[in-house]
């Protein structure tokens, strides 16, 4: 057995050998082998088929090795004649996907590992699409090995629609091994090799399948009860659909912000904000109808889950947030926020003044600076009142509280971002922006230098007199600044 094993490690080792002739002749063999030391069928024989007895560790690596080494060979797949090629996609490819998954599902069996059924679900799908067979066959086996997970979750949807009590625990798992299943098929597609292109010349092309399985999953979106596992599943599937389907994803995004949305703790709603934001990293402009009617209840459910956090989960949820709103000024969608309340900017002034975390800090400034750039000369009505009473003392505030370590390079970053924002601040209002930091905000900062508050005149006249020189010379004097001012 551990011979078996090893062979398997060097042939994977050394998988380029069978790229090219007359080594890539020993393909089918080696699947072959794989197959049956899997299977526990005799490729000699194929009629005869007994329980593998791999060791579970062992099993565990011959399903990954395997997945290596189709996704490694899987240009050269068409040696493998047609009749063979069937029949090992059948007969031992989708038999083995399927006892893998009734072994995960079983909570008494002594093999269950979801890692062996991920591998084995997208090798099997890459020996699908990657071989000599029609596409119309591609399409009826992609069918048959997904079956069982499709019927499965529809019965979870009846029992969860139709009992009073529920085993909600059981179903979720169930439901989230379908939805799973799914998603570890799609990652035989790449971004080059996108679902709706594959097979052109038939009328079903494969994202076919994965748009008629997201339908049904959505559909849990009229269901209140909040399942976990299930959750976690769809939004990683989204993820996966969003890279391969490309807009057929966006109809189903309102129903399945909605079911992610019940689960407000810090991971979810990190990961759900993940989710949108490579959403509108790769849709841009198709996705501002979405946005501006969903992004109002993520706010509002962040907004009310960040007081109630500590530590890491509060960073963790911050940051995603931050990026989103990054991605948004980054792709030009500001009339997405322009649309919203205020209020999506007061984490980011709170993140600029209160976090100790400096990469936050430097992302809430660059998202300062991007919206003074875009909105500075022309943006909402309440814009300069928004600049002036809020982002211009977030430039100042963070920078002089005792936590903001100017001897840290990653600090530094964040201080030049502030600087970068106060300076195109005066770029776009001028004199105006003087007239402001002159008269009303410099003399009522708290300014601890030499115990002087408020801050004498001398020190506003030098500030605002740097303010008009070039970028970098006011970067270095702003260092010099608060480090005085923290003294």
């Keep these: 057995m551990l011979s078996n094993y090893n062979f398997f490690e060097v042939v994977v080792r050394y998988d380029k050998l069978f790229l090219r002739e007359p080594y890539s002749n020993y393909i089918p063999d080696l699947m072959l082998a794989f197959l049956g030391v899997l299977n526990g069928s005799n490729y000699e024989d194929k009629q005869e088929r007994t329980e593998s007895h791999l060791p579970r560790e062992a099993r565990s690596r011959v399903c990954y090795l395997l997945s290596q080494f189709v996704r490694a060979v899987k240009a050269c797949l068409s040696v493998i004649p047609s009749d063979l090629y069937h029949e090992l996609s059948l007969s ?205 209840p993520m706010i509002r459910a962040t907004v009310a889950a960040l007081p109630n956090l500590v530590g890491g989960q509060e960073i963790q949820l911050q940051r995603s947030y931050f990026s989103f709103i990054a991605a948004v000024c980054e792709n030009h969608l500001v009339e997405v926020l322009s649309s919203q309340d205020t209020n999506f900017m007061q984490p ?79 770029d776009q209002k001028g004199e105006e922006a003087i007239e402001f930091l002159q008269s009303q905000y410099l003399p009522r900062l708290d300014f601890r230098s030499n115990y002087f508050r408020p801050m004498p005149a001398p020190k506003i006249l030098e500030f605002c007199q740097a303010l008009r020189m070039e970028a970098k010379l006011f970067k270095q004097f702003l260092k010099a600044f608060f480090l005085e001012g923290k003294g």
């Design 92 to 296: 031992e490819f989708c038999f083995l996907a399927h006892k893998l998954r009734e072994e995960f599902l079983d909570i008494n069996s002594s093999l269950r590992l979801s890692t062996d059924v991920r591998y084995i679900y997208e090798a099997t799908t890459t020996f699908i699409i990657n071989g000599s067979l029609d596409h119309r066959i591609q399409i009826v086996m992609m069918d048959f090995l997904l079956n069982h997970d499709m019927d499965a979750f529809k019965t979870v949807l009846d029992q969860v629609q139709r009992e009073a009590e529920p085993d909600i625990v059981a179903l979720d798992k169930v439901a989230a091994h379908s939805v799973n299943a799914f998603t570890w098929c799609s990652e035989a597609f790449s971004n080059r090799l996108e679902m709706r292109v594959v097979g052109p010349e038939c009328e079903t092309p494969h994202s076919a399948l994965f748009v008629q399985a997201l339908e049904i999953f959505v559909k849990f979106a009229e269901i209140p009860t909040v399942l976990p596992e299930f959750q976690r599943a769809l939004r990683r599937y989204c993820h996966r659909l969003a890279f391969c389907l490309d807009k057929d994803i966006l109809q189903f995004m309102p129903a399945i912000s909605k079911t992610l949305l019940r689960s407000r703790d810090a991971t979810s709603l990190s990961e759900n904000w993940f989710l949108i934001n490579q959403m509108t990293s790769k849709f841009k402009e198709d996705i501002i109808p979405f946005l501006k009617v969903e992004f109002q």
């Design 348 to 426: 980011i002034i709170q993140g600029a003044t209160e976090l100790n975390d400096p990469m936050a800090q430097k992302d809430c400034y660059s998202i300062l600076k991007k919206l003074v750039e875009l909105w500075g000369n022309n943006g909402p009505p309440d814009f300069d009142e928004f600049l002036y009473n809020q982002i211009v003392p977030a430039c100042f505030k963070g920078p002089l509280r005792e936590t903001f370590d100017l001897s840290d390079a990653q600090t530094l970053l964040a201080l030049n971002e502030a600087s970068a924002c106060l300076k195109l601040i005066y």
